[in-house]
């Protein structure tokens, strides 16, 4: 999958991807060149998680903004 295929996954689709590569990788099984390309992939993947959970922690925070000011807090989910 190209990385212009990677940007329009959602979060929950990239993740569950990333997850499958990662037991491609662990089980030993691929040769090199197969395993670099797994990598990369698995990379460019991960990337794109950060990239969305960066994004929701600035619109939490952008929700969390009071009258005096902007008010940082921890997000937490139980």
Same mark, same amino acid.
């Given at each position: *999958?190209?990385?212009?295929?990677?940007?329009? *996954?959602?979060?929950? =689709?990239?993740?569950?991807?990333? =997850?499958q590569?990662?037991? =491609? +990788? #662990?089980s030993?099984?691929?040769?090199?060149?197969?395993g670099?390309?797994?990598?990369? $992939?698995?990379?460019? +993947?991960?990337? $794109?998680?950060k990239? !969305?959970?960066?994004?929701a922690? $600035?619109?939490?925070?952008?929700? !969390? #903004?009071?009258?005096?000011?902007?008010?940082? =807090?921890?997000?937490? !989910?139980?």
């Amino acid at each position: *999958m190209a990385n212009e295929d990677t940007e329009s *996954m959602t979060f929950e =689709e990239s993740l569950k991807t990333l =997850e499958q590569l990662v037991k =491609e +990788l #662990e089980s030993g099984n691929l040769d090199l060149d197969k395993g670099l390309e797994v990598y990369e $992939r698995a990379t460019v +993947l991960r990337d $794109r998680c950060k990239k !969305i959970l960066d994004e929701a922690d $600035r619109r939490v925070q952008k929700l !969390i #903004e009071t009258s005096e000011g902007t008010k940082k =807090e921890d997000l937490v !989910i139980d």
